[in-house]
């Protein structure tokens, strides 16, 4: 049996979306379908509790343009991202959240835009609904940040909602690493880019599945990814450390050659100098230690080669056991 090869993959991973999950597929049909060209929508479904894994199914019954894999547990978003690309067939791959913040209505544009030549599209927030002044101000600090001390020049106000050619999908599927970022090794790899602005929506339903706790995560992966800057502050504050011990050796010997008082006072206050010493130059040593086990943390991960994720089942694809993009293909 032959397949007509969708020229458009639409990726959406999904976490507990059962209120709005047939409202996305049905606006991601009516976006693409105008186009008159094939197109299938990938469902990621990541170790969901609800309803979206029964609903996955009963919507590729309907329509077989909607196809569905399910990891054997929660693996995290960035990663749900990769499995669908990985499985994703189309010319291009448009990844977008599930949760309808990122309207599909403008998908029609980034292809659009594909067509003019450039091989990835990323959607720029020009407005964010439903946001509050915490999370628009960090976030935009964060992009910020995160272009001075790195070398990947990331656009400000983007996030993973991005159109990507098949050879920019191709190159992403050999870049294995765990702790991903895939708003930045879209950026990383290069290619031909340009931006489509849009209003990002509010929340319509469901709670926000980026906590700060997971902010945080998130942010600390982006910045180790692609920065080596953590490890030199860590030498910086070393330096620093050093020759502030060695003022203060001066200061605490003078003292003790030309201090006329109290003796007792002189020891009290020589003790409690010290003391503050030590405890900083301890904190310093325990933030640089800290900082190098993000690291460490990070090299153990991928020398132990696990999996990126595990597929508990997939529905809708030629070759259900191998993602598209990891098979060999003539």
Same mark, same amino acid.
């Given at each position: 049996m032959t397949h007509e090869r969708p020229?458009?993959?639409?990726v959406a991973p999904v976490y507990n979306e059962e209120q709005l999950l047939e409202e996305f597929c049905q606006r991601v049909a009516a976006a693409l379908e105008p186009l008159g060209e094939p197109f299938e929508i990938v469902l990621v479904n990541d170790g969901s509790r609800d309803r979206s894994p029964e609903l996955m199914r009963a919507i590729h019954a309907r329509d077989p343009r909607v196809k569905a894999v399910s990891f054997s547990k929660n693996f995290?978003?960035?990663?749900?991202?990769?499995a669908g690309t990985d499985y994703a067939q189309g010319q291009a791959v448009?990844?977008?959240? =599930?949760?309808?913040?990122?309207?599909?209505? +403008?998908?029609?544009? @980034?292809?659009a835009k594909w067509r003019e030549g450039y091989e990835v599209v990323y959607a720029v927030r020009a407005e964010r609904e439903g946001e509050t002044w915490f999370k628009t101000f960090t976030a935009a600090l964060f992009y910020r940040l995160i272009v001075k001390i790195t070398s990947v020049n990331i656009p400000v106000d983007t996030g993973d909602f991005r159109l990507m050619d098949r050879k920019v999908v191709d190159t992403l599927a050999r870049m294995r690493e765990h702790h991903r970022f895939m708003r930045g090794?879209?950026?990383?790899?290069?290619?031909?880019?340009?931006g489509v602005p849009y209003r990002r929506h509010a929340r319509k339903a469901g709670d926000t599945k980026y906590p700060l706790r997971k902010m945080l995560k998130f942010a600390l992966d982006g910045i180790?990814?692609?920065?080596?800057?953590?490890?030199q502050l860590a030498t910086y504050m070393g330096f620093i450390?050093?020759?502030? =011990?060695?003022?203060?050796?001066?200061?605490? +010997?003078?003292?003790? @050659?030309?201090?006329?008082?109290?003796?007792?006072?002189?020891a009290f206050y020589g003790q409690a100098s010290t003391l503050a010493m030590v405890l900083f130059i301890g904190a310093v040593q325990l933030v640089s230690i800290g900082i190098i086990g993000e690291?460490?943390?990070?090299?153990?991960?991928?020398?132990?080669?696990?999996?990126?994720?595990?597929?508990a089942d997939a529905l809708g694809f030629e070759?259900?056991?191998?993602?598209y993009s990891l098979r060999e293909r003539q």
């Open positions: 020229t458009v993959s639409v995290g978003h960035q990663l749900a991202i990769t448009v990844v977008i959240d =599930s949760d309808l913040q990122d309207p599909p209505e +403008v998908i029609p544009e @980034l292809v090794l879209s950026v990383w790899v290069g290619f031909k880019q340009a180790t990814s692609f920065s080596y800057l953590p490890l450390t050093a020759t502030l =011990s060695l003022i203060f050796l001066i200061a605490v +010997v003078g003292m003790r @050659l030309f201090y006329v008082g109290d003796p007792v006072d002189s690291y460490v943390g990070r090299i153990y991960d991928e020398v132990k080669g696990r999996p990126l994720y595990i597929v070759d259900a056991g191998r993602p």
